[in-house]
Nanobody
Framework: QVHLVESGGGLEQSGGSLRLSCAAT????????IGWYRQAPGQQNELVAR????????YYADSVKGRFSISRDSAKNTVYLQMNSLKPEDTAVYYC??????????????????WGQGTQVTVSS
């Protein structure tokens, strides 16, 4: 079983910074891609940033380009989202999401999608 555990959310003023962390634990063979989604009240789930294994350039939503930066510590199976120049419209619950390969009970390899529990980010004006 794989778990994604997020931390680092909270309340910040407009223009401030926060860093989110997501640690993947469990019987992990490979993290194929991992990133962050967010969902604000009444809004659709939005992919914010994502790293794909083997792809040099990370993906960023247009709304966060130049302000947010995603990085990964492969040794710790942890991904970070550095959020700078925060705006009130960044207020949302942020979810870690990963496509992770694991070993099944029968010994074969399978890839599954996993979600973290979410962490609240609130930016005041």
């Amino acid at each position: 079983q794989v778990h994604l555990v997020e931390s680092g959310g909270g309340l910040e003023q407009s223009g401030g910074s926060l860093r989110l962390s997501c640690a993947a634990t469990g019987n992990i063979l490979r993290i194929n891609r991992i990133g962050w989604y967010r969902q604000a009240p009444g809004q659709q789930n939005e992919l914010v940033a994502r790293i794909t294994d083997g792809v040099e350039t990370a993906y960023y939503a247009d709304s966060v380009k130049g302000r947010f930066s995603i990085s990964r510590d492969s040794a710790k199976n942890t991904v970070y989202l550095q959020m700078n120049s925060l705006k009130p419209e960044d207020t949302a619950v942020y979810y870690c999401n990963g496509d992770i390969s694991v070993t099944s009970i029968g010994g074969s390899t399978m890839m599954r999608e996993y979600w973290g529990q979410g962490t609240q980010v609130t930016v005041s004006s």
